[in-house]
């Protein structure tokens, strides 16, 4: 799953090599935070949060899968 999480991000931005995931594994979650160059912020949030409304669902399923539950926190 992080794997996928850092493809949509490294595609979404013009500076690939800031693309930072860090991931803490909890009983029932698991929680990545994604941390890009803060001037691209706004291309892994997209207007009115739809970009990272996408991501987050597209994590979901990925996470539904392996029967787990999944939280993306975008900094």
């Known amino acids: 799953m992080k794997a996928l ?3 949509l991000a490294r595609n979404l931005v013009d500076n690939p ?4 995931i860090k991931e803490r594994v909890g009983r029932y979650t698991v929680t990545y935070e994604l941390t890009v160059a803060p001037d691209e912020t706004g291309k892994v949030i997209g207007r009115s949060g739809r970009v990272a409304k ?4 597209l994590m979901s399923v990925a996470a539904a899968r392996q029967n787990k539950r999944v939280h993306v926190d975008i900094e």
């Not at 090599?17 to 930072?20: F, H, I, S």
């Not at 996408?54 to 669902?57: L, T």
């Open 17 to 20: 090599e800031a693309v930072q």
């Open 54 to 57: 996408s991501i987050r669902d």
């Open 5 to 7: 999480l850092e493809y």
